[in-house]
């Protein structure tokens, strides 16, 4: 009897968040462990299906760089990154769009499927859901010398997305999930990094939260402790005294971004956490960093 009154006890504590964001969008960026390890891709897909169930509308962004990288391996195609993009010439890219919309979107849409859930998948090229141009990147030169362009061939960033497919398909209770792969207007396909297809999507969506599933406890300050909440401003003092650096500085930019175009809060949350999305959206203390305005 114990338990089933603790049981009850959780289920009432979720309750004003199951009531604070019924009706509204939540992104979610899929990637990580969470992508590998076989109990914590059942957990996500519990996760989500839940969400659905009880009146949120998740949108589920996913990466799959080391699915890439095993299939270029196989191929005997090397990788090149530079400030940590994958280096896209037109062979490479053919292997990204097999790899993340052949594969790991179906199978993604398979899983939240197999476990109860509607999931559709998609990618950046359906209904010109994300219109991309190509990213260029400057390195810095000498003193007095202009910087060097640095040509990444089809690495793209989202120029506008059209969220009309989404809500259509939010309409009939199905999961959007979506491949970070973009359209140019000359009609070839672009790799996008997965975080800013989510960022771009959740805005575009004016989503309540934008979540991202990292490898990691989220954000720690010089003492190597979490720091729970952070502002905007906060985020850029962190950064400019290198609290914040290396692959977690895009992240935070990526969530302070959201924010302030108006969604209502961004997460970055250690997805090695059974149930950590389920945590963060329905308990007092949450989980991992979360961004404010």
Not at 39 to 60: C, H, T
Not at 110 to 127: E, P, Q, T, W, Y
Not at 151 to 160: A, C, F, I, P, Y
Not at 245 to 268: D, E, F, L, N, W
Request: charged residues 20%; proline residues 3%.
């Amino acid at each position: 009897m114990q338990t089933g009154i603790e049981k009850a006890k959780v289920l009432i504590e979720s309750l004003p968040y199951i009531k604070k964001f019924y009706g509204k969008t939540v992104v979610i960026k899929y990637g990580g462990h969470a992508m590998v390890d076989e109990e914590l891709k059942k957990s996500f897909a519990l996760d989500i299906i839940l969400m659905k169930y009880v009146g949120i509308n998740p949108v589920v962004v996913h990466g799959g760089g080391p699915q890439i990288n095993k299939f270029l391996g196989k191929m005997n195609i090397k990788s090149d990154y530079v400030q940590g993009m994958r280096v896209t010439d037109g062979e490479t890219m053919d292997v990204v769009e097999m790899v993340l919309v052949g594969k790991v979107n179906k199978e993604i849409v398979g899983l939240i499927n197999f476990h109860g859930g509607k999931a559709v998948g998609l990618s950046g090229r359906d209904g010109d859901l994300i219109k991309a141009r190509k990213m260029t990147i400057m390195k810095a030169q000498a003193e007095n010398t202009p910087p060097e362009i640095i040509d990444l061939g089809r690495v793209g960033e989202v120029t506008t997305v059209n969220p009309q497919i989404l809500r259509t398909l939010d309409a009939q209770d199905f999961i959007p999930v979506i491949a970070p792969v973009g359209v140019g207007e000359d009609g070839q396909a672009y790799n996008i990094n997965a975080d800013l297809v989510a960022g771009a999507i959740a805005t575009h969506l004016k989503a309540e939260k934008l979540i991202l599933l990292t490898d990691v406890a989220g954000v720690l300050d010089k003492a190597g402790t979490l720091i729970s909440s952070m502002t905007c401003d906060a985020a850029e003092q962190y950064i400019a005294e290198g609290i914040i650096g290396g692959g977690m500085i895009p992240k935070v930019k990526c969530c302070q971004g959201v924010v302030r175009s108006g969604v209502g809060k961004a997460h970055i949350i250690d997805g090695r956490v059974e149930h950590a999305i389920l945590l963060e959206m329905f308990t007092q203390q949450g989980v991992g960093t979360e961004v404010v305005l």
